[in-house]
């Protein structure tokens, strides 16, 4: 199994400021034959399911603010909220879907300085 | 609209049964993977189970393997979740959602409770 690990747990950051959230695999993600990385992100609030932001590693789902970004590919990614909105206040969790069983990563919970 | 429905979620003792039923609506259901993801009570994701289209393709994680059936009824544009042997650890929120590598709709989930 692939496993999926976020750092850190959480973090705190200030209105207006970036905010960074790395993701490692275990294996690589990254699929030769079409060159995507099998990963998503993912954004949830408390008392709702998951949101889909960001797919395919760096492909931003329709709707969501382009203050949100994916990147990396193989093993290691990120996820950056280049300048923190109060209602981004949620727990961020990545996603791999390269191979069954398609894990998450522990999330990290991300809150206002 | 897409919407996605669950139901089925309840208190059930440990060894029970549970069939959870997730209907979905403003969307072609056929042509869809669909996915269930558990989440434990104050805990993180756990993908549960992928099932393909026209259901000839299924996955489990391997802690429900042998315990846990998918199935898909697509005139009914419905996924069931059969859950046998339940265990405390099967606690959590169970959300059903469209799709297995973009999985970009989601159910609100319905609450299983396994305890005596």
């Known amino acids: 199994d692939i496993v999926m690990t976020q750092s850190p747990d959480s973090l705190a950051v200030s209105l207006g400021e970036r905010a960074t959230i790395n993701c490692r695999s275990s294996q690589s993600v990254l699929y030769s034959s079409n060159n995507k990385n099998y990963l998503a992100w993912y954004q949830q609030k408390p008392g709702q399911p998951p949101k889909l932001l960001i797919y395919w590693s760096s492909t931003r789902e329709s709707g969501v603010p382009d203050r949100f970004s994916g990147g990396g590919s193989g093993t290691d990614f990120t996820l950056t909220i280049s300048s923190l909105q109060a209602e981004d206040v949620a727990v961020y969790y990545c996603?791999?879907?390269?191979?069954?069983?398609?894990?998450f990563g522990g999330g990290t919970k991300v809150e206002i300085k | 609209e897409v919407q996605l429905v669950e139901s089925g979620g309840g208190l059930v003792q440990p060894g029970g049964s549970l069939r959870l039923s997730c209907v979905g609506s403003?969307?072609?259901?056929?042509?869809?993977?669909m996915t269930w993801v558990r989440q434990a009570p104050g805990k993180g994701l756990e993908w549960v189970t992928n099932?393909?289209?026209?259901?000839?393709?299924?996955y489990y994680v391997d802690s429900v393997k042998g315990r846990f059936t998918v199935s898909r009824d697509n005139d009914k544009n419905s996924l069931y979740l059969q859950m046998n042997s339940l265990r405390a650890e099967d606690t959590a929120v169970y959300y059903c959602?469209?799709?297995?590598?973009?999985?970009?709709?989601w159910g609100q989930g319905t609450l299983v409770t396994v305890s005596s």
């Open positions: 403003g969307f072609t259901f056929s042509t869809y993977w």
């Open positions: 099932i393909k289209e026209d259901g000839t393709d299924i």
């Open positions: 959602a469209r799709g297995v590598y973009k999985v970009d709709y």
């Open positions: 996603q791999q879907y390269y191979s069954p069983p398609r894990t």
